[in-house]
């Protein structure tokens, strides 16, 4: 099992896949060179071993996001060297980068994003009041208030927004600790002007889950089993757990959603 005995730290891996393709790539180049003295362009090459470098990534474990940076990569160092790109340049992305993925190489948890028809599952899902049950496809019942819903690791703020227009009467919290993610959520609340949605930056391990009908978290597999012990002490009775993708060992989920989209999205839901 590969993933199992590489080292935890996706970088490590990204790197290894790298040199491992790189080492082949160029190798053959040289002997190819020294052979039949046939000289592939150099860019060619570069391209060739960012494509090995994705596949050997992904066979490595790592996750999907992973594949555009391993294409590129190659090639962008060959270019920024040889049209001398200054230094300070890196410095500038290598922070954008640590402050959208600041929970991936800690948590294991990248940003990526509920789609659409992700977000209209999520909504046909919701309890129309508070502490009811039921859910909008269950009840014809639309004019009662005060569905409680949080997403944990909010990210842009998508789903909080999203289900903040469809339900007015529901109220949203978000909660994400990546700065830069955070910081665009905030803005798009600003400019979009709900007022049933609260914005918190941290940890929402630090956060209670007492107050919540319903919780939602797209994060990895990684705090999954943390987190349903979390929901199982602090979320009250009847409430709702729902994961998108992610489901927790030796917890078989009390129900499970397919969403008609083209990664086949599974949300996992569990009545506390
Ligand atoms: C896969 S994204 C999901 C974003 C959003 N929920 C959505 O569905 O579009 C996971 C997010 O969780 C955030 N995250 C991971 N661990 C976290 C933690 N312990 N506390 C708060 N946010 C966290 C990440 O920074 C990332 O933005």
């Known amino acids: ?14 790197l290894a896949a790298q040199m491992a393709t790189g080492a082949v790539v160029f190798g053959s180049a040289f002997g190819l060179a020294a052979g039949v003295e046939l000289r592939p362009p ?15 990534g992904a066979r490595f474990g790592l996750a999907q996001w992973w594949i555009p ?8 160092l060959a270019v920024a060297w040889l049209w001398q790109v200054p230094e300070w340049i890196f410095l500038v992305l290598f922070m954008i980068l640590v402050l959208v993925f600041w929970n991936s190489a800690r948590g294991g948890v990248p940003l990526y994003l509920s789609n659409p028809q992700t977000r209209a599952a999520l909504a046909a899902l919701l309890p129309q009041e508070a502490g009811s049950g039921e859910t909008a496809t269950e009840s014809k019942n639309k004019n009662k208030p005060g569905v409680r819903f949080a997403d944990l690791g909010s990210g842009l703020g998508g ?32 400019f979009a002007g709900l007022a049933n949605v609260k914005l918190l930056f941290g940890d929402y391990r630090s956060h209670g889950l007492g107050e919540y009908d319903v919780v939602y978290a797209f994060l990895s597999p990684v ?6 012990d979390k929901a199982k002490h602090e979320m009250k009775s009847g409430s709702l757990l729902i994961s ?3 489901d927790v060992p030796g917890h078989p989920a009390d129900e499970t959603v397919d969403v008609a ?3 086949q999205t599974r949300l996992y839901l569990w009545r506390m």
Not at 44 to 55: D, E, K, N, S, W
Not at 69 to 76: C, D, E
């Open 1 to 14: 099992m590969i993933q199992a005995t590489w080292p935890r730290l996706p970088l490590l891996r990204a």
């Open 223 to 228: 705090p999954m089993p943390d987190l349903f």
């Open 244 to 246: 998108n993708t992610f």
């Open 42 to 56: 150099l860019m060619a090459l570069l391209a060739l071993q960012g494509i090995g470098a994705a596949v050997l």
């Open 159 to 190: 789903p909080v927004l999203d289900l903040a227009r469809r339900h007015p009467d529901g109220h949203f919290t978000g909660i994400e600790s990546a700065p830069l993610p955070f910081a665009l959520a905030w803005l798009r609340l600003r």
């Open 261 to 263: 989209d083209r990664r």
């Open 69 to 76: 940076i391993q294409l590129v990569l190659p090639s962008a």
